[in-house]
């Protein structure tokens, strides 16, 4: 008697990609479920998706840990796969990810990501709330719970973290340096909104300082010395987080 197969989803939260969506999900069409939820989309990304085979949802959050949430519940599978729209599962990975669910005893596991900006690897610096090195992206389903913010929510999981997956998830995060300094200036907008509705803007002292300590860990302390310019640029897009985030929470109307 043949072992039963354990049915997998990819789950995908999208706000106007039309010009990535088709080929990340060409990327993960080895699932046997693909969730699709369209946030404020007034483009073609909904049709795309239908048109791929995906199960969409649209609807209207202002808060990324509550559609991500809701993006979660409307799997079906036994273990969830969770990308953006803008990363690529590759053959190599996704075969480990099969063998992975088949025979683990864990509840959770680490994907390690390639990030690209445009055409070019950055794989050195990332972290720091500017880019992902690795994210819990595979688990199993009612495992991962996201928290109530606007921008990097936190993250809860029910059960035991396993061990880290070998092959990389490949990232678009940029297309160019002026697409990051738009991403910085979205996510400091939404962190502004987090910390006013929290009460605690914090100082500017303590901000001034995180500056530091911040382009210190991406730039040295994980490398980003070694990609040149690129590195650098991270390292202060990463830095400038804060101290932009607290600026606009304390000077800006909602």
């Not at 819990?136 to 035991?160: D, S, Y």
Request: charged share 30%.
């Amino acid at each position: 008697m043949s072992a039963p197969t354990v049915k997998l989803s990819a789950v995908i939260v999208a706000h106007n990609e039309e010009d990535r969506l088709a080929s990340c999900l060409a990327h993960v069409a080895f699932v046997d479920e693909i969730i699709v939820v369209c946030d404020k989309c007034n483009d073609q990304t909904e049709q795309i998706a239908i048109e791929a085979g995906a199960k969409t949802f649209a609807g209207s959050w202002d808060i990324e840990g509550e559609r991500r949430n809701f993006a979660l519940a409307q799997a079906s599978g036994d273990w969830i796969l969770e990308v953006d729209a803008d990363e690529h599962v590759s053959a190599e990975l996704a075969d480990e990810i099969r063998q992975v669910i088949a025979t683990t005893d864990y509840d959770y596991h680490q994907l390690l990501v390639d990030n690209y900006i445009g055409d070019r690897l950055v794989r050195y610096g990332w972290g720091a709330s500017f880019g992902k090195p690795g994210y819990a992206g595979l688990f199993r389903r009612g495992a991962k719970h996201w928290g109530p913010q606007r921008v990097h929510p936190a993250v809860k999981f029910v059960g035991r973290k396993g061990f880290e997956l070998k092959h990389r998830v490949r990232h678009y995060v940029d297309r160019n340096i002026s697409d990051m300094i738009r991403r910085l200036d979205s996510y400091s907008t939404a962190r502004a909104a987090d910390l006013r509705d929290s009460g605690k803007i914090g100082s500017f002292s303590n901000n001034l300082r995180r500056m530091f300590s911040r382009f210190f860990k991406c730039y040295v302390r994980r490398k980003g010395y070694r990609e040149g310019g690129m590195g650098f640029m991270v390292a202060i897009c990463a830095a400038l987080f804060p101290m932009i985030s607290y600026l606009k929470a304390r000077y800006e109307d909602k």
